[in-house]
């Protein structure tokens, strides 16, 4: 079992390197309404810049210590991956209502999302917060009766101007009215949820922490997990009181919550069947398409499957083609072998697939 097959070396395909630079700021978050945020303490974009019709600067600021993002048994510390692709999504939101007119009570679907850290040591916390930039290109727009019904970005990474990898996501945008259509149409006209008053917590066993690479129990999102010779499998605990991953009420699973369960049960896959320890491994690689809503009411259950533990021979010292481009870890001595493992999760509700991820989970040692 591999993860899903690339089309992208150490950038987008479709990055113009000629397209203009901005100036960012990061003395500020933008407005939290822009972003879809109630919490200040959730918005970490600080700056859009408009470059021409099809491409925008965006840029984001990483806090050292986080609750949610923060909480990882990762020596040395690295940012979140997940923090990273919720900067993406951020730059997406804002985007869209600042440079292409989507109302601010249109809501947004998510359709994908791919991360790629080509240089993963680049992400590392340090003693200062991460001012990261993001330089955006629509690659994909939807259209009807003029108004923008759909974007897909692809999204250059950066920080201090040095290069750390590149990100895509896609979003649809729904009127209120409309939304409500499609969400009812999915639940045979039954009234939607809301996690503000859905029971917060799902029946079973918890993790430890330790197992799924977290410190607090508050964060783990698995229960009753198990695993089968390469095979791992666990309900998603949804944590509806969550201030970060709820951080306003939903009526359906948040995708960014699916990953991070997928998350948590690759790394406790690695951890069981391949010996990879948490506090060693980071994704470099995550990749997934939501194919359908996910319920606040049933039960959502995650599998995995591992793949081989691999040493990869760098071609070049320090350069080493992963399964998702170029992953090039400057600071390992020339010539040292490379550790991976993937890893698929596969969400399901009444088993019907919600989403599929694939995750490269690699090792990371210190400089």
Sequence with gaps: MTSAPSTRQDAPANANVNAPRAELGYSQTVDRLLVHRDALGEVFLTDL???????????????????????????????????ILEAVRQAAIGGAHRFYGVPEDHKFILTHLRLHLAHPQRVAVGPTPF???????????????GRVTGLDYEVELSVGGQHIGWAETGLRFRSPTSY??????????????????????????PVAPY??????????????ASTRENLGRALLRVPMDHPSMFDHPQDHLPGMVI?????????FTALEVRGM??????????????????????????TSQAGDRVQLAPSDPGVYYTQGGLLELEDEKPG???EQVPVRVTAKQNDQVLCVFDFTLTRITAP
């Design 211 to 224: 197992l799924v690479g977290r410190s607090s129990p508050d964060n783990v999102v698995l229960v009753n």
């Design 131 to 145: 001012p990261m930039a993001m330089h955006v290109q629509i690659v994909n727009r939807k259209e009807r009766e």
């Design 336 to 338: 040292a072998p490379l």
């Design 259 to 267: 990953a991070e369960g997928a998350r948590q049960l690759a790394l």
């Design 180 to 205: 409500l259509t499609l969400r009812l149409s999915h639940r045979d006209g039954v009234a939607l949820p809301s996690s503000a008053t859905h029971p917060p917590l799902t029946a079973g066993t």
């Design 277 to 302: 320890s948490t506090s060693k491994v980071l994704a470099t690689d995550v990749h997934v398409r939501f194919e359908r809503f996910g319920e606040l009411e049933d039960e959502a259950v995650l």
């Design 49 to 83: 810049r408009s470059l021409d019709e099809k491409n925008y600067a965006a840029a984001a600021q990483l806090p050292r210590s986080h609750a949610y993002y923060g909480d990882h048994l990762l020596r040395p510390g690295h940012h979140d991956p997940l923090l």
